[in-house]
């Protein structure tokens, strides 16, 4: 903390808190107040223009770009020395990897590439704006490492056109049958890919036969080259792939050296988790640490406990329940934190807005699991439901129930020209035998539920929002790519959309095919 300070106390923002006078945390917490993003605006703004010494007397190099699920993106600025830090967590994180899962040591991994789309590439002062290349977060020697193992060349994210993409991905990793690590964040990412994988079997199979891939890309021609000098010729690899065409777990049988699939397990990504564990039955999900934009808080240690990473930034934990703010060697385990971060790349004492858990410890280290966003919040007419209360809320409701859903989120809805209702969209899996009793039960428990929030139950008795309803989805439908579709419709990058529990989002109705019951 002490080194951060005094590195960047003639900064606009040091001169202001006065960095040169702290000599403790006390100081520290006393003269600087927790900052959101829309504190700092001001100063991103300045930064974007071109101004310099702003936040850090290092230069920043890029913004990254923080994505809610509810809120419009926001630029993070990035030095070398944040960078730095993240590299800080993600040494252990692969040192475990490696130590837990030697195999993926000897074959290919496929690390979440995702295409770049259409959007602004540099500020008005000339900083280059997100990530290309998931990549790019790690330094110099991982990415070099990763250059090494990757199945698909770092030129796809080039690839604008989403079948296009899908089919390109669906290419390289089919000829892979060393493919043995996957690292992902939205775990109905995958889904989304194998999806279409059986429809476009016999065309992928004579791509992989002659060395060919059988699209139209829509890149530009040097690019194109580059892609395609990547393919293999194997005929080899394409009477495999016949051989296994009609195996029972087709998925595993197309890449049977899978050793591990890292993503999103907890929130409400376990629904999507489930699904993806029904393709690779036999291959270990290893959740994600909490890895924000922002910021390196944890990475994956033992099963669900991922260990904070102490050395990457100065931490400090806000507990949900009392809101005191304590020091990372403080944390209790069974409680619950907000997490504050001062990192190297100028934010200070600022709120990320996830939520953990702590779990335990290894030695003085705390353990944690992500639990949920303090900011999604949906407040349309007074209401203030966070997207936490309703996770558990509906979770629990869900789990006593007889009925198994696939997919389920919670989201305000119109009836009518005026009424405004909120409405749970529910998708229940095919072995899921699903009444109308059952259903109206659950829409009963949960509009309960709802009510023993002050401020929802406020408005339900003002009449300034109607009673709860429920959508089902049809289960002929793929309910997580309708999602994924709609998101990636208001600007959302397809790798960065992470699954909700509660969306802000007013016409899912019109999106989803079903019907309220």
């Known amino acids: ?34 900052q959101t993003h829309e504190d700092i605006q001001p100063h991103i703004n300045d930064i974007a223009e071109g101004v310099s010494n702003v936040l850090t007397t290092e230069q920043v190099q890029r913004f990254g770009i923080s994505s809610g699920s509810t809120k419009a993106s926001k630029f993070v600025p990035y030095t070398a020395s944040l960078i730095a830090d993240f590299q800080q967590g993600i040494d252990p994180w692969m040192y475990h990897l490696m130590k837990d899962y030697p195999g993926i040591i000897s074959g290919k991994a496929y690390w979440s590439v995702t295409p770049v789309g259409d959007r602004q590439r540099r500020s008005k002062g000339g900083i280059p704006i997100g990530f290309d290349d998931e990549r790019s977060y790690f330094g110099k020697l991982t990415q070099w490492v990763l250059g090494t193992i990757m199945a698909t060349p770092s030129e796809l994210v080039l690839v604008r056109d989403m079948d296009a993409f899908r089919y390109a991905t669906l290419r390289f990793l089919l000829q892979e049958k060393s493919l043995a690590c996957v690292s992902i964040w939205n775990p109905t990412f995958a889904i989304l890919f194998l999806s279409p994988l059986k429809g476009w079997l016999d065309q992928l199979i004579e791509d992989v036969r002659t060395g060919s891939m059988s699209i139209d890309l829509g890149v530009a021609p040097e690019v194109d080259v580059t892609i395609r000098r990547a393919l293999k010729k194997d005929p080899k690899r394409a009477e495999e792939l016949e051989c296994v065409r009609n195996d029972t777990n087709l998925y595993e049988s197309i890449w049977p050296n899978l050793q591990l699939i890292s993503c999103w397990a907890h929130g409400n990504s376990e629904e999507a988790v489930k699904q993806l564990r029904s393709y ?219 699954p909700s529990a509660l969306h802000s989002f007013q016409h899912w109705s019109e999106k989803f095919q079903g019907r309220f019951v």
């Open 1 to 34: 903390l002490l080194k951060i300070l005094a590195k960047n106390a003639e900064t606009t923002f040091g001169q202001k808190h006065s960095f040169a006078t702290i000599k403790s945390v006390t100081d520290f917490q006393r003269k600087v107040p927790i």
């Open 280 to 498: 690779f039955p036999k291959v270990a999900v290893q959740p994600k640490g909490l890895i924000a934009t922002e910021a390196f808080v944890s990475f994956p240690l033992h099963g669900e406990a991922s260990a904070i990473s102490i050395t990457s930034h100065f931490f400090e934990f806000e507990e949900v329940e009392s809101k005191t703010v304590w020091l990372v060697h403080e944390l209790a385990v069974g409680k619950r934190y907000g997490v504050i971060v001062t990192t190297s790349g100028g934010l200070y004492r600022y709120r990320l807005n996830d939520v953990i858990e702590v779990l335990g410890h290894e030695s003085e280290c705390p353990l944690v699991r992500f639990v949920g966003k303090q900011d999604k919040v949906v407040d349309l007419r007074g209401e203030k439901l966070n997207e936490g209360f309703i996770m558990e809320l509906v979770t629990k409701i869900v789990s006593r129930s007889r009925l198994n859903f696939q997919f389920w989120m919670v989201a305000p809805e119109r009836n009518g020209d005026v009424n405004l209702s909120y409405s749970v969209f529910v998708q229940a899996t095919s072995q899921s035998i699903t009444s109308e009793d059952d259903i109206q039960s659950i829409r009963r428990e949960i509009e309960k539920g709802l009510r023993e929030n002050y401020h929802y139950d406020y408005c339900r008795r003002l009449g300034q929002l109607g009673e709860l309803r429920i959508f089902v989805v049809e289960q002929s439908t793929n309910a997580h790519e309708t999602y994924l579709s709609v998101c990636a419709e208001q600007g959302q990058r397809l790798g960065d959309i992470k």
